[in-house]
């Protein structure tokens, strides 16, 4: 009897997932109920398989495949590959292939696939976001059940994409924001997760900011409906599927705030946007401009921009023109942490000298113009090399 079940759990794992790195060990706890009255009938109670499938769904899942911002390679056994993340500020998830591994595709491309006729909307202007919804199994429609479709360690349930957001320092970008089931080693670790993708990487601190906030907003509301769900099914019980069935209703939801959001920013055009301006908190920015040290200045080399920090982790962000883009306060650790990747780079006294004077003055109303914060910039550090004095 045991090897006739030993046969039986191999084949039902060999059906479900990897053969070549089984676990070290699996244990299986199993309930029988006996029936003396009956001839001493026994039977599983519930069934073999309803008790011994979440068991090897739990040993399966023995590695924590759940990390922000990335995808889990099953290939790899890993989201730290090079293909976990997407490679392009407008690439969206476009579902694993066959062995596991996560693949991408431009948000253009993704709406042609579909058959969406929305896309000449991506060449209007002013940009309007739109969003498409996709459920897991789609997502999975290639995968191999020995490369990862049926576990539960990075369980792709729905999923939203979106874009492109046009950013007013840097290139149109998407985003992919999943509702995951990761199992996890911890057993106080939440099962439900959200993951927000996106291969722009000034999209943080665009998140953070005032323009980036509707989104934020539209983000944190899924987190939390997605966070109320996952206590529900921590409590366990026989009806996970009909709570999960809640999830793609989650993703239009998000998809609709998405867009909605979307329009309303577009409508802030002319008037509109320049009242929005003339409130932002600009006096604090300028004023820890003026009495910043020399090392408080940074040129952000990927999005074309200055990045001022100020006292109390205020972090001002400015366009090549001088225009505040920005502001957001920031820890040490996360400044320290962009400076470390050679995302935020020190630049040298005579270009602090030209980028001071050029946001005071455009404060003052005295900008002199517009100017790409590529050309402001460079215009800024040649000033720096004809007086032959040396760079940060």
């Known amino acids: 009897m045991l090897d006739a079940f030993r046969v039986w759990v191999r084949e039902t794992w060999a059906s479900r997932y990897r053969q070549d790195r089984p676990p070290e060990d699996i244990e299986i706890g199993l309930r029988i109920r006996l029936r003396p009255r009956d001839g001493w009938a026994a039977g599983f109670e519930p069934g073999l398989e309803t008790q011994v499938v979440p068991q090897l769904e739990q040993a399966e899942a023995t590695v924590a495949a759940f990390l922000p911002g990335a995808v889990f390679s099953f290939r790899d056994d890993s989201a730290q590959a090079p293909e976990c993340r997407p490679a392009r500020p407008d690439h969206v998830f476009a579902g694993f292939d066959s062995v596991g591994r996560p693949t991408w595709t431009s948000f253009a491309q993704a709406l042609m696939d579909a058959g969406d006729d929305r896309i000449d909307r991506l060449y209007a202007r002013p940009l309007v976001p739109l969003a498409r919804v996709r459920l897991g199994k789609e997502l999975k429609a290639d995968q191999l059940a020995s490369f990862g479709r049926s576990s539960r360690a990075y369980n792709v349930l729905g999923q939203v994409a979106a874009g492109l957001f046009q950013?007013?320092?840097?290139?149109?970008?998407?985003?992919?924001?999943?509702?995951?089931?990761?199992?996890?080693?911890?057993?106080?670790?939440?099962?439900?997760?959200?993951?927000?993708?996106?291969?722009?990487?000034?999209?943080?601190?665009?998140?953070a900011g005032e323009d980036g906030?509707?989104?934020?907003?539209?983000?944190?509301?899924?987190?939390?409906?997605?966070?109320?769900?996952?206590?529900?099914?921590?409590?366990?019980?026989?009806?996970?599927?009909?709570?999960?069935?809640?999830?793609?209703?989650?993703?239009?939801?998000?998809?609709?705030?998405?867009?909605?959001?979307?329009?309303q920013v577009s409508r802030r055009t002319g008037h509109a946007r320049r009242r929005r301006d003339a409130g932002r908190p600009v006096a604090q920015a300028l004023a820890d401009v003026r009495g910043a040290p020399d090392d408080a200045f940074h040129e952000d080399r990927k999005a074309g921009t200055w990045v001022v920090t100020g006292p109390a982790g205020r972090t001002h962000v400015f366009s090549g023109e001088g225009r505040l883009v920005t502001s957001l306060r920031l820890t040490p650790a996360a400044t320290e942490a962009r400076r470390r990747r050679d995302r935020w780079v020190r630049i040298g006294p005579a270009e602090v000298a030209g980028a001071r004077d050029r946001i005071l003055a455009y404060g003052a109303g005295d900008g002199g113009g517009p100017a790409s914060?590529?050309?402001?910039?460079?215009?800024?550090?040649?000033?720096?090399?004809?007086?032959?004095?040396?760079?940060?």
């Open 167 to 207: 950013p007013r320092a840097g290139p149109p970008f998407a985003i992919t924001v999943q509702v995951v089931e990761a199992w996890s080693p911890r057993p106080d670790a939440p099962r439900l997760r959200v993951n927000l993708l996106c291969g722009w990487e000034g999209f943080p601190e665009w998140r």
């Open 213 to 263: 906030a509707w989104v934020a907003r539209a983000v944190r509301g899924l987190e939390s409906r997605v966070e109320a769900l996952d206590r529900t099914l921590r409590e366990g019980g026989p009806d996970r599927w009909d709570r999960l069935r809640k999830v793609p209703g989650l993703m239009r939801d998000l998809a609709q705030s998405l867009e909605r959001g979307g329009r």
């Open 373 to 392: 914060a590529n050309t402001a910039i460079s215009s800024s550090r040649s000033t720096s090399v004809r007086k032959g004095k040396p760079e940060a």
